[in-house]
């Protein structure tokens, strides 16, 4: 069967950006929706982009038609965690609503298909730290509650129309393409990672530890990193289990193991070869303690395999982004 046209909003951002291009080295027809209010154009390469916004519907609607549209892949979102406690009504109107008006289109359209940018935020702060896909949402901050509301809207939709869905959530997502053509290029980037392979090169004079009293082994926050190629490898899995005629299904991605703040610093300091500047403040507004993946369900109901499960590999990548970013700012 011949396949339509997929849809990549905010695919000129972090993650929709490494999807688009997987998809495109398999051959799909994809174009990318993107206001560039976050992403970059560069980061969209070679595919077709778009400017415009989620929520224009007049535009959404003609993008839908014109280019034959069965499937969409919806990254465009607000993600900062601390700035969605500060601005909560920005998440629920550039998420939230946002995804809303999309999903109008689409049933307009008669998509088929669509694969939602989760977020483990939804969890909160879950018990032992750990969160499986029936663990209960609780988010504790806006941006968390801002995609579970999404997911709701996503599961009552699908059950009065045929579209189906995959919507995955996300753990902590770091790393970079392995070819080096693109990455985390956000400025004023607030993700742990990327923040302390900045003052590795020496683009910030330090990194500060958000907290030191959880109850965790070493007392810093755990997250589960998993690299970004795994991560777009899940939405190119997620396209064909959806093809196959799989029913509507929520899923973790994560790696099913963390690491403290303290670990991934240590990381940083071994791959780069450089001792950080590191100090210890105050918790972080909106921030749990630990928040891991059980990651049994996307194996078994996906079949995805990831291939870079190595906290030294993708703290080597992020850094090669970096110095690229340095001798070639974007
Ligand atoms: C990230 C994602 C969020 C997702 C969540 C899932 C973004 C911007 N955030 O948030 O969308 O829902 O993962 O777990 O994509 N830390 C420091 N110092 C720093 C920065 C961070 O100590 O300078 C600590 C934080 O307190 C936390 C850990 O490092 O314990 C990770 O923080 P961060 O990289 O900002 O990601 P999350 O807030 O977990």
Redesign the pocket.
């Known amino acids: 069967m011949k396949h339509g046209s997929i849809l990549v909003t905010g695919g000129a951002g972090?993650i929709g950006s490494h999807v688009a291009l997987q998809l495109r080295a398999r051959g799909e027809r994809v174009l990318i929706l993107d206001d560039l209010s976050r992403g970059f154009r560069q980061a969209a390469l070679d595919t077709p982009l778009i400017v415009g916004a989620v929520a224009d519907r007049e535009r959404v609607r003609g993008v839908l038609h014109e280019h034959g549209v069965d499937t969409v892949m919806h990254f465009a979102a607000h993600?900062?965690?601390?700035e969605s406690v500060r601005e909560p009504l920005k998440y629920y109107r550039n998420n939230t609503c946002a995804t809303g008006a999309l999903l109008e289109c689409c049933l307009e359209a008669q998509v088929r298909h669509f694969v939602f940018s989760s977020?483990?935020?939804v969890y909160g702060v879950p018990a032992e730290g750990f969160a499986a896909e029936s663990t209960p949402t609780a988010p504790i901050n806006p941006?968390?509650t801002s995609?579970l509301m999404s997911e709701w809207m996503l599961a009552d939709v699908a059950r009065a129309a045929s579209l189906r869905y995959v919507a995955l959530r996300?753990?902590?997502?770091?790393g970079s393409d392995t070819g080096g053509r693109i990455g985390q290029a956000t400025p004023n980037?607030?993700?742990?990672?990327?923040?302390?392979c900045e003052a590795a090169l020496g683009k910030r004079a330090h990194?500060?530890?958000?907290?030191t009293d959880?109850p965790t082994p070493d007392g810093?926050?755990?997250?589960?990193y998993i690299h970004v190629e795994d991560l777009a490898a899940a939405h190119v899995d997620a396209l064909s289990y959806l093809r196959g005629g799989g029913a509507c299904i929520t899923l973790n991605v994560g790696y099913g193991h963390g690491y403290s703040?303290r670990q991934?610093l240590e990381s940083v300091e071994r791959v780069s070869g450089k001792r950080l500047a590191v100090r210890e403040?105050p918790?972080?507004a909106?921030?749990?303690?630990a928040?891991v993946a059980r990651a049994d369900r996307i194996r078994a109901e996906l079949l995805w395999r990831p291939r870079l499960d190595d906290l030294d590999g993708i703290v080597r990548s992020a850094l090669a982004w970096e110095e690229r970013l340095l001798r070639d700012p974007w």
């Open positions: 972090y993600t900062i965690v601390p977020s483990a935020a941006y968390g995609k996300y753990f902590n997502v770091a980037a607030t993700l742990l990672i990327k923040v302390a990194v500060a530890i958000f907290g959880y810093t926050g755990v997250r589960d703040v991934v403040e918790r972080r909106g921030d749990p303690g928040l």
